[in-house]
């Protein structure tokens, strides 16, 4: 951020303050000589802008002579400086957008095996947030000017266009890139995206964002690898928090939602899951060895409260408890049931 003392801001405002300051004291001048308040004010106004008009009363007296060449000269300075300096602060925004645009395409065209975040809504800002706690390299891809702004303010590499068009993600080097997320507020919109996306690059992780059930199998077909449904999820996460709630509290620490980014990585999920007629009744050894080895116990919720951490081989999950699992990714809830 530019220093206050090398802001353009700062003369503009030197600027106002000045002219201000002569236009009152010029008028208390001229009202305490005898004029009417409101024919001083704009006698001062047309005098300091220039405008050239008449005197409203003859100008006979010492006083009055020696206060409207004051006027005039510290007036016409006063709009000279404060004109220089509104040019300044325009040309100053206008060059800071043209380098602060060329800055952050060159930041862009260095980026290799980095995150094109399509969308900065509520999840595309949590995302954001989420991949600079990682430490992955991203970029912000909007249309809106003002959200933009907000993820640059964070620290963001941002970048205006449309994601629709195929010349805007080749310019944030969608050919580089390793994924791309579709978090854009519109389904119609996350399928168009991903299939530019999946045209310009076949081997990008595409992961997008779909609200309707129906556009699921929509944006599998233009090409996403997953697709993620807010609704679903959360309407997930509110049930495991009422069913199990020391369980879902639980997943949700740092030290484990650490974990679970960690063993997503790996292709393994942490869930919360309730234990149906298929597990109910058996020993955690026997839920583990039927399973294969693809499904691991780590915690139990029991329906009055109490969890059962690291749980012994022997000890039974009741019907209705909270199984704590690391499984593989893509298990369906009938596979674990």
């Known amino acids: 951020m530019t220093p206050w003392r090398d802001s353009p801001w700062r003369n503009l405002v030197a600027g106002l303050l000045y002219i201000v300051a002569v236009i009152a004291l010029a008028t208390l001048a001229y009202t305490e000589l005898g004029w009417r308040l409101g024919d001083a004010f704009y006698f001062v106004i047309y005098t300091i802008f220039t405008v050239g008009y008449d005197e409203l009363h003859p100008i006979t007296t010492p006083a009055l002579r020696f206060v409207t060449i004051s ?195 790996l292709g393994l999920e942490l869930e919360v899951t309730a234990a149906g007629a298929g597990i109910a009744g058996k020993s955690v050894a026997q839920i583990e060895d039927e399973a294969d080895g693809t499904i691991f116990v780590v915690a139990i919720n029991r329906k009055n409260g109490e969890t059962l951490t690291r749980p012994s081989p022997a000890v039974l999950v009741e019907a209705g408890d909270g199984v704590v699992t690391i499984t593989r990714a893509g298990r369906s809830k009938k596979q674990k049931s």
């Open 71 to 265: 006027t005039i000269m510290l007036g016409c300075t006063g709009v000279i400086y404060l004109t220089g300096a509104l040019v300044q602060f325009l040309t100053y925004a206008q060059l800071q957008q043209l380098f602060g645009n060329k800055r952050m395409k060159n930041k862009i065209a260095t980026l290799s095996g980095h995150v094109i975040v399509c969308g900065y809504g509520r999840i595309g800002h949590m995302l954001a947030d989420e991949l600079k706690t990682s430490g992955a390299a991203f970029v912000i891809l909007d249309r809106e000017e003002a959200k933009l702004a907000d993820a640059a303010a964070r620290g963001h590499l941002t970048w205006a266009g449309d994601a629709t068009d195929e010349t805007v993600l080749e310019e944030v080097g969608i050919k580089r890139a390793r994924a791309l997320a579709c978090v854009v507020p519109n389904d119609a919109v996350n399928v168009f995206i991903t299939l530019s996306a999946r045209n310009l690059n076949r081997e990008i992780e595409i992961i997008a964002r779909g609200e309707a059930a129906s556009t699921k199998s929509k944006l599998l077909r233009a090409g996403a690898n997953a697709v993620v449904e807010p609704t679903h999820i959360g309407a997930e996460r509110i049930a495991q928090l009422i069913l199990f709630p020391q369980s879902a509290k639980l997943t949700e620490s740092g030290h484990m939602r650490a974990l679970a980014a960690g063993l997503h990585g």
